[in-house]
Nanobody, 124 residues
């Protein structure tokens, strides 16, 4: 069992930055890949970024590539999402998740444990 708690969301102007954190409980955190997803009102959940257990493999959606950076600190059981050059279309609830099953990183069905999410609102 893994529990995830996101933090760092908030209201920011377009062009600004935020850093999201996802703190995980459980001793096996370092053995799992992790992902960030987001969901805007009225839209389907969307893959944002993922990172392998070692941090050696990283994936981004085309919509955030070059603006967002995912990282992890296994000693702190935490994964981060540094978001820069934010746009109003980045407004969503951002959730982290544990990649528990095999499959492509962007596929949400491969993730078993999810956090409650943190709201990010980007004003124009």
């Amino acid at each position: 069992q893994v529990q995830l708690v996101e933090s760092g969301g908030g209201l920011v102007q377009a062009g600004g930055s935020l850093r999201l954190s996802c703190a995980a409980s459980g001793r096996t955190f370092s053995t799992y890949a992790m992902g960030w997803f987001r969901q805007a009102p009225g839209k389907e959940r969307e893959f944002v970024a993922a990172i392998s257990w070692s941090g050696g493999s990283i994936f981004y959606s085309d919509s955030v590539k070059g603006r967002f950076t995912i990282s992890r600190d296994n000693a702190k059981n935490t994964v981060y999402l540094q978001m820069s050059s934010l746009k109003p279309e980045d407004t969503a609830v951002y959730s982290c998740a544990v990649k528990y099953w095999s499959g492509n990183y962007p596929e949400a069905t491969g993730y078993k444990y999810w956090g409650q999410g943190t709201q990010v609102t980007v004003s124009s």
